[in-house]
């Protein structure tokens, strides 16, 4: 897990690159013609790093459920649905054990294919996990959206806006993200280990 100064690279990375589609463009360019400096150099660093985690993160949790199709599906999706209550006896995905109606959590996927996936709700917090590190740009500018909106930011100029999230109750965004991803961090590496996954089909959960 990066240091919190490397963190505050990452997420100015991706919320530049979300306001300003040239931003990554610009960086290629500076790359090509050898104009990069050495701020700019270490971000990339940064980023790359994170990446990296990103996918070790990942991994750990496809070789710990053995679901690559379900996991799969999370990875394709464009946005999800949450319904807290399933049909009974509808058949967990993860552990293929019937569930109560409000032992459940029900999953719809908006995709090319919408999906449908129901789990039992102990899987809830490994799948949200395993949902965050895939979809995280998209996760970060929810709360950004709509603080922007709430602060009629939405028609402000495009370098204003980026330092006002940056910068937003001394870098509010950034420290929850890095909580966040602490967090989630700490429940792959140790926690996870002890969420059960094999259960008789027949078990009515």
Known sequence: MQNFESFVDIFSFF??????????????KSIRENTINDDT???IENVKEFHTMRHQLCGKIFEYLKKDELLNTLVSARGLEQFDVVPTNSICAISGAKLHAQNGILLYMHSALPTI???HKRY???LYN?????HFSDEIMIDIRNWLKKNLYTN???SSII???IEHQEHLFIKKGYVKLKNINQYIQSEM???PINHLISQVE
């Open 41 to 43: 150099k270490k971000m």
């Open 130 to 134: 395993f949902w965050y590190l895939v």
């Open 156 to 158: 402000t100029s495009c």
């Open 163 to 165: 330092d006002k999230v």
């Open 124 to 126: 809830k917090q490994i």
């Open 117 to 119: 996936i129901i789990v």
């Open 15 to 28: 919320v530049r690159s979300y306001f300003n589609k040239l931003y990554v463009d610009n960086i290629d």
């Open 193 to 195: 280990s002890r969420l």
